[in-house]
């Protein structure tokens, strides 16, 4: 059984006055933002540049969480575990100014393979050779493609890690400022798409060296007492944390949920939690949950521990700094050889995006119990995570490989208090719905139909959001050579991986489960569409079209309850049909 808890006295007896610790967490907050803003507006692909799939973040001496930008919670949460496996296999001793450490092991404290970390330490200007470093400052950006045996690098027919592309343990990707153009190199021939990893990995390093060129000035400001006022910063977290913490009922609180299936035949895998709230700390146990499956469903510790941690944070005070000092009142028991724990090589591409969802949906379930008023209902418990890929068929970029990502926003879950926001990505994923535009631009594909589901969200005093429909079609074929033949370059291929087809996002409070997902292809010329599993994988021809189609969030509340007014809106702008309105809420039109 592995667990996972801080030392909740670690930095005691800093005294720090209030005015410092607040300009400081700040400073801290907004140099992490900064590497954002480098590592968004520097990057190649459209995953980082539009979707915003990265994270970036602070870290002090000994590698514990400063300050994070507002980014990927999944990332951020399991980060302090990649920046720790960067320092176990280089420590203090073995780093200089202008290293960089790159991994994406996901059981080094990565997540999945498509996600780099990279990890620099930061040096003082005037730093010795014998001097350490004062900080780290890490980034993590999901990369379009790291091989393995599907374009796009999230495989729903994986069942090894072998499978899911190259797995690099930490390297120095940069060494006292010179790059490793070995690690270059072996990572750009491992890849469908070079240059734009190229990009993306200069990007991750000039967002790095922005955050410790920021951190060297705030040690410019405050000299020596700097570790004192991160230590004061991360107390200030622990100590709000407990003391939320302490406000909700002892006890303990059970609850579980499923994921439709790994995509290799098991079906119905359970997550199972108990959350024992005692006194100033929460203790959340997965004993129960099913065995690690052959599919890609498995979810390292760190992300276990990742969605986790955001459970919490979901139910205190948003204001608490996320820090590591917020963590420390939070211990997990996870058993190893289970969905939320594997043992390698087990497939976990999809644990980072799905399982990770469902954790989130199960401690949240039970956090529900003790604090009704602070859980929302469940959102949409998927990404939707789709890839193509292939040769490019167009003339201005005949013959050139490529390959597409992207996770789909749904429906968040109704709270006490508001619906559900529609059409967003919930929880685990922050990231952004690549725009039709830059898809259609980028890619050979086209956009068909982009549009809300209505009646998708669960009915309730409070609805919960819509899911999103998205409808895309591979490009035709390439123009017509000189010699008067086609040059159609071979299939796209495709891949789906999803979750809650079948096990619908609950309700809480008496409000009604969201509407399922769904995903259909219709071949070209076919008047009809096939059904597809929610792990699906397949080879495209020019003209098939593939419709995804999101979950619902969870209603909140009896619908009963819901006042006459928000149904009429919701007629008055399409979200809801006269039908549903007679079905759901009893509604009759005047």
């Known amino acids: 059984m592995s667990e996972h808890g801080s030392d909740p006295g670690a930095g005691a007896g800093v005294d720090v006055d209030p005015v410092t610790l607040e300009v400081a967490r700040n400073a801290c907050a907004a140099v992490a933002e900064e590497m954002n803003a480098t590592l968004v507006r520097t990057a190649y692909s459209p995953n980082v540049t539009e979707r915003r799939d990265c994270s970036c973040a602070l870290f002090d001496a000994e590698g514990a969480l400063v300050a994070q930008a507002e980014n990927i919670p999944v990332h951020l949460g399991a980060m302090p575990f990649s920046v720790a496996a960067a320092l176990d296999a280089f420590p203090a001793a073995a780093l200089e100014p202008g290293d960089a450490v790159l991994l994406n092991d996901p059981f080094r404290g990565g997540a999945h393979l498509p996600d780099f970390t990279l990890v620099t330490p930061v040096f003082a200007d005037d730093a010795d050779a014998d001097d350490d470093p004062l900080a780290f400052v890490a980034n993590r950006a999901h990369h379009a493609d790291v091989g393995g045996s599907r374009a796009g690098g999230v495989a729903a027919d994986s069942t090894d890690i072998f499978q899911e592309g190259l797995r690099i343990p930490p390297v120095k990707l940069y060494e006292a400022g010179a790059a490793n153009e070995a690690i270059y190199d072996t990572i750009l021939a491992n890849v469908r798409t070079p240059d734009e990893r190229r990009g993306d990995l200069r990007a991750q390093v000039a967002a790095n060296e922005t955050g410790a060129e920021r951190y060297r000035e705030l040690h410019e400001r405050y000299g020596a007492d700097l570790p004192a006022i991160t230590a004061a910063i991360q107390n200030y977290a622990e100590r709000r944390t407990r003391a939320e913490i302490a406000d909700l009922p002892d006890g303990e609180y059970a609850f579980a949920d499923a994921l439709d299936d790994d995509g ?327």
Request: charged residues 25%.
């Open 264 to 590: 290799c035949g098991t079906e119905d895998i359970h997550i199972e939690v108990t959350v024992t709230v005692d006194g100033d700390a929460v203790t959340v146990d997965f004993a129960g949950t099913a065995p690690q499956t052959r599919g890609p469903v498995n979810a390292v510790f760190a992300v276990t521990a990742s969605a986790t941690y955001y459970a919490v944070r979901c139910v205190t005070d948003p204001d608490v700094p996320p820090n590591a000092g917020a963590y420390r009142p939070v211990e997990i028991h996870a058993p190893e050889g289970t969905v939320v724990n594997p043992d390698p090589p087990a497939a976990v591409v999809g644990g980072n995006l799905e399982t990770s969802q469902r954790v989130t949906d199960v401690v949240l379930g039970a956090l529900a119990e003790c604090a009704p008023e602070r859980a929302a209902a469940a959102g949409q418990g998927t990404m939707n995570n789709v890839t193509f890929g292939g040769t490019d068929p167009r003339e201005s970029r005949e013959g050139q490989p490529w390959a597409f990502y992207e996770t789909g926003g749904g429906g968040a879950g109704g709270y006490a208090g508001g619906d559900g926001m529609d059409g967003v990505h919930v929880h685990m994923s922050n990231t952004l719905n690549t725009p039709v535009e830059v898809l259609e631009t980028a890619y050979p594909l086209r956009v068909r139909r982009y549009a809300l589901r209505p009646d998708s969200g669960g009915a309730g005093e409070y609805r919960g959001g819509l899911g999103l429909r998205r409808d895309i079609e591979v490009r035709g074929e390439a123009a017509v050579s000189p010699e008067g033949e086609s040059r159609r370059t071979g299939p796209t291929a495709f891949s789906l991986l999803a979750d809650r087809h079948r096990h619908r996002p609950y309700g809480l409070a008496g409000g009604e489960s969201g509407t399922s997902g769904a995903a259909f292809h219709t071949p070209a010329g076919a008047d009809e569409p096939t059904r597809l599993p929610p792990k699906t994988t397949l080879d495209l021809d020019p003209g098939d079209v593939v419709s995804i189609r999101s979950p619902g969030g969870g209603g909140y509340g009896d619908p009963a309850d819901r006042s006459r007014s928000a149904i009429e809106r919701d007629l008055r702008l399409e979200k809801l049909s006269v039908g549903a309105a007679r079905e759901q809420y009893g509604y009759e039109v005047e």
